[in-house]
């Protein structure tokens, strides 16, 4: 256990590492970078792909993978928005729970189709992927929620701040943060997910309820989508039926595995997300910082994400080398 | 006067005769946009839908899911397999659609380009409708925005894609307009950015330019994705005092930011009038009352006089007009 | 053929009678997939009135001929246990590196040839990371797919770079009466099927897929194997690429986007297992022609495209849950 956390430690070391030397190396050429300014920017730019990327996490660490937090994104912010359009008397804090109630509908349905049907996930929430899609053009008529609907406090959580000038919804999302540390360290539950990912086969017989803790998992990538949908209307003042949401997978994903967290299933933490959001949000920040076109985004994610690959499995068979080499 | 009208009458008459079997069958126009949920074509959908009401047409709108260059390609064969008479087409590339639009075309089916052309690439659709003279866009942006910020101090361009064809004949305007005209002599234009149309990279692009460059005053942001981050990080910041946003933009997406100050001025055309053009064009040429020719002209209600230009260009109004807090509550789009 | 194509069950359990070979025709996924094609043949019909025109329909499906040229080179791998997302992605870097070389005066057939090459090598990659680094191809994949479209987004940013006019249009070129695209894939499909259902490589695939480990015992060399398959992918969708840069007659970065959803979508519907082990040739080619009808039907009824994408989804769904159903009865 020991060796393994030191493991672990060395790869967030790592992770950490890479920050700062990509913040010292952009800060060398536009020293404003260094800035709290920036900083701001930085924390602003992550709060949707942090909160999508714990969800995302408990998926990876359980062995699946949830490709389809797009579209609930898209799909729950618009039931929402449509809540604040046609039914403004309600008043707006109801919309998180609309928003998040949702998402968590629609990732229970993932899980069920995963469970019941024991079907591959990859498959299943590609398929959701284009279905939750379709819905959102469907009950929006695919017409935008435009910004005059979006109830102008929920707008401002994006803005003001309860201190320290950081805008309440990058608190909601450290804040989700922490619950998920609590929630994989500290719970029954959560440790039940790490060990139905590290070895599927030995989780039943040791009376793990598999078929309980994947759909548990799948509701709450669900959930945390709804959130996300509910605060990317609060961050972008607006929904539309094909932009909201489109590509977060992606960014999410990537953010996930750059973290630490492996694809293979049983192994990741939330401080290795944690960081593997901040790198994505300061190599977002830093690109039109250094007047580096939008064109290269797409190849400089790319890149980063085999590197990560590549890092991940070194320490891998490091790992297992020396766990061998322990046994021996 | 009597004889004009009879002779106008007798004229109206013969065309009907020539073209009987047209006018015995409504004339079937669809109009392919660029994708759906794009709030903007809701506004030319409906000019479509008007004309068609008052001249007997058959109109629908049809969209593919992104705007993407090559997703329209079924649709517009889809359209012809249909046997419709007239495809409008808000193109998303320049290029990609020559092949498919030459086969639409050789079928006989009137093709037009409503809301953006084939730049480079006009002999594959018999006209075009846009908007404005967008020679005149570029010039009479840069004076709202010195009329903003007193001509003088350091602006820069948020704009959507790098290759963006209408948006850089503007920018290539504002920097001749910029340079040329003693007027702006004191305006200086640090930098041109672009945001792609997505509003979470416009609006990095947007912070990173209040960040590069403090002694920013404003901002020209010539797409309605780039004005409303540029609008959205101003507000945020509350800063509207010191760095003045403009632009084209929706007044549907605009309103808020007008209304608490973030953006006093800004300036569009009329969507709508786009759609009502071109059902009267395109039922004018198909019953032979226009003659799609350069330089020749036709009435259109509401709009006046309108004149095939060069390359069988038309424009809706010959200015942009410009939304305030004063009349930006007169528009529904 | 279906004797052919059944796929050898690894079992040390008792022999079990054989079944009435009407059950093991028609217990099939391909079987599946054919009632589903003419339900759709008929639904389009329905739907709308100018649908069934053989010359509509074939022209239709060369807009998706390249995907489905891919999309049996995607069945093979994930019948070998892997899985390539980056193909569609591979096809718009080789298209590009392609248009760009013979804009730079290139003469065509060493431009087509660099084409190609960027397609091997993207395979090669793709390949190397998967069989020798040992990292699941699904995420290796993820990554490839956004670096490729990167590259080709930086290399040819966001403009489109022509090709000659006597280079356009392959898909106008009929013979007899049918596009030369749609030709290339019955013929891919042919020579794709009798080498996966015939020969004992094709037999070797079958089996890394359903136990790599006992395959590798049994003498077969699973890493060549699949080496061989990712680069046929890769070649295969640089191919791809080029005949869509002669159909399209321009190539921008954003060639074939999404692509790789069609063709996992025309593998998984002709009933290929994503686990690998199952499926066949005849199983993508009918799926290919399913998914054309399906969407070319809806287009052309002037359906919502959001419907389409419900449509989509559901039929994805759908159609593993009844592979998966089929497979597990069969399998007992």
Same mark, same amino acid.
């Given at each position: 256990?020991n060796?393994l956390?030191n493991i672990f430690l060395r790869?967030?070391a790592?992770i950490a590492v890479?920050i700062?030397l990509?913040?010292?190396?952009?800060g060398?050429?536009?020293?404003?970078f260094?800035?709290l300014d920036s900083?701001?920017?930085?924390?602003?730019l992550?709060p949707?792909i942090m909160i999508g990327a714990m969800?995302q996490?408990l998926v990876?660490v359980?062995?699946?993978v949830?490709?389809?937090?797009g579209?609930?994104?898209?799909?729950?912010?618009?039931v929402t928005g449509?809540m604040?359009?046609f039914?403004?008397?309600i008043?707006?804090?109801?919309?998180f729970?609309?928003?998040?109630?949702?998402g968590a509908a629609?990732?229970?349905l993932?899980?069920v189709?995963?469970?019941?049907?024991?079907l591959p996930?990859?498959?299943?929430?590609?398929?959701?992927?284009?279905?939750?899609?379709?819905?959102?053009?469907?009950v929006s008529n695919?017409k935008?929620i435009d910004?005059?609907f979006?109830p102008?406090?929920?707008k401002?959580?994006s803005?003001? &701040?309860p201190?320290f =000038?950081i805008?309440?919804?990058i608190?909601i999302s450290? %804040?989700i943060? @922490? +619950?998920?540390?609590?929630?994989?360290?500290?719970?029954r539950?959560?440790?039940?997910i790490f060990a139905?990912g590290?070895n599927?086969i030995?989780a039943p017989?040791?009376?793990?309820?598999v078929?309980?803790v994947?759909?548990?998992?799948?509701?709450i990538?669900?959930?945390?989508?709804?959130?996300a949908g509910i605060l990317?209307?609060?961050r972008w003042g607006?929904?539309?039926?094909s932009?909201?949401?489109?590509?977060?997978?992606?960014?999410?994903?990537?953010?996930?595995v750059?973290g630490?967290? &492996?694809?293979?299933g =049983?192994?990741?933490?939330?401080l290795?997300?944690?960081l %593997?959001?901040? @790198? +994505?949000g300061?190599?977002?920040?830093?690109l039109p910082?250094?007047?580096?076109?939008?064109?290269?985004?797409?190849?400089i994610?790319?890149a980063?994400i085999?590197i990560?690959?590549?890092i991940?499995?070194?320490v891998r068979?490091?790992?297992?080398?020396s766990?061998s080499?322990a046994?021996a | 006067m009597l004889?004009?009208?009879?002779?106008a009458g007798?004229?109206?008459?013969m065309a009907m005769?020539?073209?009987v079997?047209?006018?015995q069958e409504?004339?079937?126009?669809?109009y392919?946009g660029?994708?759906?949920?794009?709030p903007?074509f809701?506004s030319i959908?409906?000019?479509?839908e008007?004309?068609?009401?008052?001249?007997?047409?058959?109109?629908?709108?049809?969209a593919?899911?992104?705007?993407?260059?090559t997703s329209?390609i079924p649709f517009?064969e889809?359209?012809i397999?249909?046997?419709v008479?007239?495809i409008?087409?808000?193109?998303?590339?320049?290029?990609?659609?020559?092949?498919?639009?030459?086969?639409a075309?050789a079928?006989?089916?009137?093709?037009?380009t409503?809301n953006?052309?084939?730049?480079?690439?006009?002999s594959h659709r018999?006209?075009t409708i846009?908007p404005?003279d967008f020679?005149?866009?570029?010039?009479?942006?840069?004076?709202?925005?010195g009329?903003?910020i007193g001509y003088k101090?350091?602006?820069a361009i948020?704009?959507?894609?790098t290759e963006?064809p209408d948006?850089n004949t503007w920018?290539?305007a504002?920097?001749?307009?910029?340079k040329?005209?003693?007027?702006?002599?004191?305006?200086?234009?640090?930098?041109?950015v672009?945001?792609?149309?997505?509003p979470?990279k416009s609006?990095t692009e947007?912070?990173?330019?209040?960040?590069?460059?403090p002694?920013?005053?404003g901002?020209i942001a010539?797409?309605?994705v780039?004005?409303a981050a540029?609008?959205?990080?101003?507000q945020?910041?509350?800063?509207?005092?010191?760095?003045?946003?403009?632009?084209l933009?929706?007044?549907?997406e605009?309103?808020?930011?007008?209304?608490d100050g973030?953006?006093s001025a800004?300036?569009?055309w009329?969507?709508y009038?786009?759609?009502w053009?071109?059902?009267?064009?395109?039922?004018?040429v198909?019953?032979g009352?226009?003659k799609?020719e350069?330089?020749?002209t036709f009435?259109?209600?509401n709009?006046g006089?309108i004149?095939i230009?060069?390359?069988?260009a038309?424009n809706?109004?010959?200015?942009?007009t410009t939304f305030?807090?004063k009349n930006i509550d007169?528009?529904?789009? | 053929m279906s004797?052919?194509?059944?796929?050898v069950?690894?079992?040390?359990?008792?022999?079990?009678?054989?079944?009435p070979?009407?059950?093991v025709i028609?217990?099939?996924p391909?079987?599946?997939?054919?009632?589903?094609?003419i339900l759709?043949?008929?639904?389009a019909s329905?739907l709308s009135?100018y649908?069934?025109?053989f010359?509509?329909?074939?022209r239709?499906f060369?807009?998706s001929?390249?995907?489905?040229?891919?999309a049996?080179v995607?069945?093979?791998v994930?019948?070998?246990?892997?899985?390539?997302?980056?193909p569609?992605?591979n096809?718009?870097?080789?298209a590009?590196?392609f248009?760009?070389?013979?804009?730079a005066?290139?003469?065509?057939p060493i431009a087509?040839g660099?084409?190609l090459v960027?397609?091997?090598?993207m395979?090669?990659i793709?390949?190397?990371?998967?069989?020798r680094?040992q990292i699941p191809s699904i995420?290796?994949?993820?990554g490839t797919?956004?670096l490729?479209?990167?590259?080709?987004?930086?290399?040819?940013g966001?403009?489109?770079?022509?090709?000659?006019?006597?280079?356009?249009?392959?898909?106008?070129v009929?013979?007899?009466?049918?596009?030369v695209?749609?030709?290339i894939?019955?013929v891919?499909s042919?020579?794709l099927g009798?080498?996966l259902?015939?020969?004992?490589?094709g037999r070797q695939?079958?089996?890394i897929?359903?136990?790599e480990?006992?395959?590798r015992?049994?003498g077969i060399r699973?890493?060549?194997?699949?080496?061989g398959l990712?680069?046929l992918m890769?070649l295969?969708?640089a191919?791809?690429?080029?005949?869509?840069?002669s159909r399209?007659?321009s190539v921008?970065?954003d060639l074939?986007?999404?692509?790789e959803l069609?063709?996992v979508?025309?593998?998984?519907?002709?009933?290929?297992?994503?686990?690998?082990g199952r499926g066949?040739?005849?199983g993508?080619?009918?799926a290919?022609w399913?998914?054309?009808i399906v969407?070319?039907?809806?287009?052309?009824a002037n359906?919502l495209p959001?419907v389409?994408l419900v449509?989509?989804?559901v039929?994805l769904?759908?159609?593993?849950i009844?592979?998966n159903?089929?497979?597990?009865?069969t399998q007992r």
């Open positions: 256990m060796l956390r790869r967030e790592g890479m700062v990509f913040c010292i190396a952009v060398a050429v536009k020293p404003q260094l800035t900083l701001r920017i930085i924390l602003l992550t949707l969800g996490m990876i359980a062995r699946h949830d490709l389809s937090i579209s609930m994104l898209g799909f729950s912010a618009m449509m604040f359009k039914y403004p008397e008043w707006w804090p109801v919309g729970l609309v928003s998040i109630g949702i629609l990732g229970l993932n899980g189709l995963v469970t019941l049907f024991r996930a990859i498959i299943v929430t590609l398929g959701t992927l284009n279905l939750y899609r379709g819905l959102t053009y469907i695919a935008q910004r005059q979006v102008s406090a929920l401002s959580m803005q003001t &701040s201190i =000038g805008p309440w919804i608190f450290f %804040g943060g @922490l +619950l998920t540390y609590g929630f994989v360290m500290h719970t539950v959560g440790r039940q139905l590290s599927p030995a017989l040791r009376g793990i309820a078929n309980k994947t759909l548990l998992v799948f509701t990538s669900g959930a945390l989508s709804g959130l990317y209307a609060s607006f929904v539309n039926p932009n909201t949401g489109s590509g977060f997978e992606f960014q999410v994903i990537a953010a996930v750059i630490g967290v &492996s694809i293979n =049983g192994v990741g933490t939330v290795g997300t944690v %593997g959001v901040l @790198l +994505l300061c190599v977002a920040a830093a910082l250094l007047g580096i076109p939008g064109t290269t985004q797409s190849a994610y790319g980063v085999l990560a690959l590549l991940d499995r070194t068979q490091q790992g297992i080398a766990l080499r046994r | 004889k004009k009208t009879l002779l007798l004229a109206l008459g005769a020539t073209t079997a047209i006018a409504p004339v079937k126009i669809v392919i660029k994708n759906t949920g794009n903007y809701d959908t409906g000019g479509f008007d004309a068609c009401k008052s001249l007997g047409c058959e109109f629908e709108f049809v593919p899911a992104t705007a993407e260059a329209q517009i889809a359209q397999q249909r046997g008479n007239v409008a087409i808000a193109p998303n590339s320049p290029d990609a659609l020559n092949q498919v639009l030459d086969s075309k079928k006989g089916i009137l093709v037009l409503v953006g052309d084939l730049v480079g690439n006009e018999d006209a846009l404005v020679t005149k866009t570029g010039p009479n942006q840069v004076e709202l925005m009329s903003m101090g350091d602006i948020l704009s959507a894609t963006a948006q920018i290539a504002m920097n001749d307009t910029l040329n005209d003693p007027k702006y002599k004191d305006m200086n234009l640090v930098a041109t672009y945001g792609d149309d997505q979470e609006t947007m912070e990173a330019l209040l960040s590069n460059y002694n920013l005053v901002v010539p797409t309605t780039g004005i540029a609008a959205q990080v101003v945020s910041r509350g800063i509207a005092d010191k760095v003045h946003v403009t632009g933009g929706l007044p549907s605009m309103r808020d930011f007008v209304k973030t953006v800004f300036q569009l009329s969507p009038n786009e759609g053009l071109a059902a009267h064009f395109a039922v004018g198909l019953g009352t226009i799609n350069v330089g020749s009435e259109v209600p709009l006089t004149t230009a060069d390359k069988n038309m809706t109004q010959a200015e942009l305030d807090a007169e528009f529904n789009f | 004797a052919i194509e059944n796929p069950v690894v079992s040390a359990r008792e022999a079990a009678p054989p079944r070979l009407w059950q028609v217990i099939r391909e079987t599946m997939t054919l009632v589903l094609l759709a043949l008929f639904g329905l009135p649908f069934l025109d010359g509509y329909i074939l239709s060369t807009l001929a390249e995907f489905a040229m891919v049996l995607l069945t093979m994930i019948i070998a246990g892997e899985i390539d997302l980056s569609a992605a096809m718009a870097l080789s590009c590196l248009a760009f070389a013979q804009q005066g290139i003469p065509m087509i660099i084409g960027a397609g091997l090598v395979g090669a793709n390949a190397i990371m998967v069989i680094l995420i290796v994949t993820i797919l956004t490729y479209r990167g590259i080709a987004q930086v290399i040819a966001d403009k489109s770079i022509r090709v000659p006019e006597w280079f356009i249009g392959v898909n106008n009929l013979m007899a009466g049918i596009p695209p749609v030709i894939f019955l891919m042919i020579v009798l080498v259902g015939t020969t004992i490589f695939i079958y089996q897929g359903t136990n480990v006992a395959a015992h049994a699973s890493q060549r194997i699949k080496m990712f680069l890769g295969v969708s191919a791809a690429g080029i005949l869509t840069a399209l007659g921008r970065y074939g986007l999404g692509g069609q063709m979508l025309m593998a998984m519907l002709g009933g290929t297992y994503i686990f690998g066949t040739i005849l993508t080619f009918l290919a399913l998914l054309v969407s070319t039907g809806m287009t052309v359906v959001a389409q449509v989509l989804g039929l769904v759908v159609s593993i009844a592979t159903a089929i497979y597990s009865r």
